[in-house]
């Protein structure tokens, strides 16, 4: 996976062109509702408020969401989200979610590959469909 920091300074203008580039309906909704969230990092009771909007969101979107206390080698496993991850790592599913065609929707980690939180990795890298840029 390829993570691009971007500075604080430069996140809005980033976003707007990102923004920009989107073309269905749908995307540019959801996209609109990531982008009005802070940047800035949650913690203790917030974190939590924060995770629970975030499964909400994802559940809005279609996604269903692995139960608390499940196993959960991906993100993502082509079915269900890990849900018991931060609200920022959820939002980044949800991305993923949105904007791959359906047929992605169904394999582990959208096709792309193991991401940082991967723990089978073999498995991760077996489902990619698409290589890197």
């Given amino acids: 996976m390829i993570l691009t920091p971007i500075r604080p300074d ?12 989107l073309h269905d309906a749908m995307s540019r909704r959801v996209f609109r509702g990531i982008r009005a969230t802070s940047p800035d ?3 203790g009771p917030e974190a939590e408020r924060h995770r629970l909007a975030a499964l909400a969101l994802a559940r809005n979107c279609g ?5 608390p206390g499940a196993r959960c080698l991906f993100n993502w496993d082509g079915a269900a989200l890990n849900g ?3 609200a920022y ?3 980044h599913e949800i ?3 949105v904007l791959a065609p359906p047929q992605r929707r169904r394999l582990v980690d959208f096709g792309l ?13 077996r489902a990619a469909v698409l290589s890197a840029p």
């Fill in 10 to 21: 430069d996140l809005a203008a980033a976003l707007d062109r990102f923004g920009a580039g």
């Fill in 41 to 43: 990092r949650a913690e």
């Fill in 63 to 67: 996604m269903a969401v692995r139960p």
């Fill in 84 to 86: 018991a991850t931060e």
């Fill in 89 to 91: 790592v959820i939002l």
């Fill in 95 to 97: 991305a993923h979610f």
């Fill in 113 to 125: 590959g193991p991401g940082p939180d991967t723990m089978d990795r073999d498995t991760a890298e």
